[in-house]
């Protein structure tokens, strides 16, 4: 049975599962996504252990990768006639907004679902390992790739360069 305040927490994540459901889908499959994960766990509500939170963002991760498991994805095909809503902000803004989701899309899914709910939701790295069902060690060092890679991706180096000459290491004593 569903109370009150389950309801309130289940609306109070919404701004948050849409966020990272647009980062992780795309615009155009983010609804879709967001209300896949609502319809799932407002059945299984009952069924919830522990925070709200962390419960709903696993529901949409796993549904997120079912998506992605599924043969062919929908297609729309667009012509010279079709008409693309012009950008919500300013050129430079949008180039940039542009710039860092082509990075984003680039990454490996795993560094890109961690960084979006580190940086984009700032969830503890407890939550985010609970919320993929991954270590925490797991969580820093998939962080700490795609951060790495996001710096070389948006510096415009191929990926895997490090500048000109051999990558070096640090030595540690």
């Given at each position: 049975m569903t109370t009150q305040e389950d309801s309130?927490?289940?609306?109070?994540?919404?701004?948050?599962?849409?966020?990272?459901?647009?980062?992780?889908?795309?615009?155009?499959?983010?609804?879709?996504l967001v209300q896949d994960t609502v319809e799932r766990a407002w059945?299984?509500?009952?069924?919830?252990?522990?925070?709200?939170?962390?419960?709903?963002?696993?529901?949409?991760?796993?549904?997120?990768?079912?998506?992605?498991r599924?043969?062919?994805?929908?297609?729309?095909?667009?012509?010279d006639d079709s008409v693309l809503p012009a950008p919500e902000h300013a050129?430079?803004?949008?180039?940039?907004?542009?710039?860092?989701?082509?990075?984003?899309?680039r990454l490996p899914l795993g560094q890109r679902e961690v960084i979006l709910l580190v940086a984009l939701e700032q969830m503890p790295y407890e939550q985010v390992a609970a919320t993929l069902d991954i270590p925490v060690g797991?969580?820093?060092?998939?962080?700490?790739?795609?951060?790495?890679?996001?710096?070389?991706?948006?510096?415009?180096r191929p990926a895997g360069s490090q500048g000109s000459g051999p990558p070096t290491l640090k030595v540690v004593k």
């Open positions: 309130r927490q289940l609306q109070a994540c919404l701004p948050g599962l849409r966020r990272y459901a647009r980062a992780l889908a795309g615009a155009a499959h983010a609804d879709d059945r299984k509500l009952d069924q919830r252990g522990g925070e709200m939170r962390p419960w709903l963002f696993s529901i949409m991760h796993n549904l997120h990768v079912d998506q992605l599924r043969p062919g994805l929908p297609l729309q095909e667009l012509d050129p430079g803004q949008a180039i940039a907004i542009g710039e860092m989701d082509a990075a984003l899309a797991t969580v820093m060092s998939r962080l700490s790739r795609g951060r790495d890679k996001l710096r070389t991706l948006l510096d415009g």
